[in-house]
């Protein structure tokens, strides 16, 4: 940690944040206030595979997990990515701050208890030349926050060096999310032994699933048993 971080650590824990979304003080250490909080929409109504919003409330997967089970067994995200979660996300990813990572893992875990099951947490890895122009990748930074804040995943081992990500492939629009998960799965390598494990593999924004099926193609490939794949935020299907 550099002496900069540490000090506005420091400076955010005794003195009040403004709020990201509104400029008014948060009244926490937290960058966000209890109204703007409330304004976030939970992802209540989801499907249990896939965590896609569902419309219609009676239906427990959507239409394509219950047509064909997804390589991904579960996914938990627990918000609906809208336009105030979507500033947040950009802040912290796109203006890089980030020292928002501690204000999305507090919101991940006002909504989630993560499974106790897990034997190994990996971020997605991002290629190369985008970690270089963002200077983290986002992805192991919440893993991290979210393993110190949850005493259940404190021993789970986090790595950075099993999944590789060797080009940057442009998602084919004519595709589905199967299909662009299938072509997807060329990009990503497993280094390392993921051999009966069961694994989470952390994402910031879920949406069209592709990147989650083609890691847990991959990972089930190497041999994972079970591959979940933990976000923060889903989108919902076009058009719903
Ligand atoms: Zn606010
Ligand atoms: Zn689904």
Request: hydrophobic share 45%.
């Amino acid at each position: 940690m550099k002496v900069n971080s540490v000090a506005t650590a420091l400076l955010d824990a005794v003195f009040p944040q403004y709020c990201l979304l509104c400029q008014l003080r948060s009244e926490s250490p937290l960058p966000l206030c209890a109204d703007c909080f409330t304004r976030l929409q939970g992802n209540d109504r989801a499907c249990e595979r896939c965590a896609l919003p569902l419309v219609a409330a009676a239906a427990s997967l959507c239409g394509q997990c219950s047509a064909q089970p997804p390589a991904v067994d579960r996914v938990i995200a627990p918000l609906v990515y809208e336009p105030h979660l979507a500033l947040l996300i950009g802040r912290w990813k796109f203006q890089r701050e980030p020292r928002l990572t501690r204000l999305l893992a507090a919101l991940w875990q006002a909504w989630v208890t993560p499974p106790a099951d897990r034997d190994l947490l990996l971020p997605v890895p991002l290629h190369w030349r985008r970690l270089l122009w963002r200077g983290f990748n986002q992805a192991a930074l919440l893993g991290l926050e979210i393993r110190a804040r949850q005493p259940q995943l404190a021993s789970l081992p986090l790595r950075t060096d099993i999944l590789r990500r060797r080009r940057a492939t442009p998602a084919q629009a004519s595709l589905n999310a199967r299909q662009r998960g299938a072509n997807l799965a060329a990009a990503f390598q497993v280094r390392g032994s993921v051999s009966g494990l069961r694994v989470a593999v952390i994402d910031d924004v879920m949406t069209t699933g592709a990147t989650a099926e083609a890691l847990a193609t991959v990972l089930k490939d190497a041999g994972a048993s079970d591959v979940q794949h933990w976000c923060l935020a889903r989108t919902p299907a076009p058009g719903s």
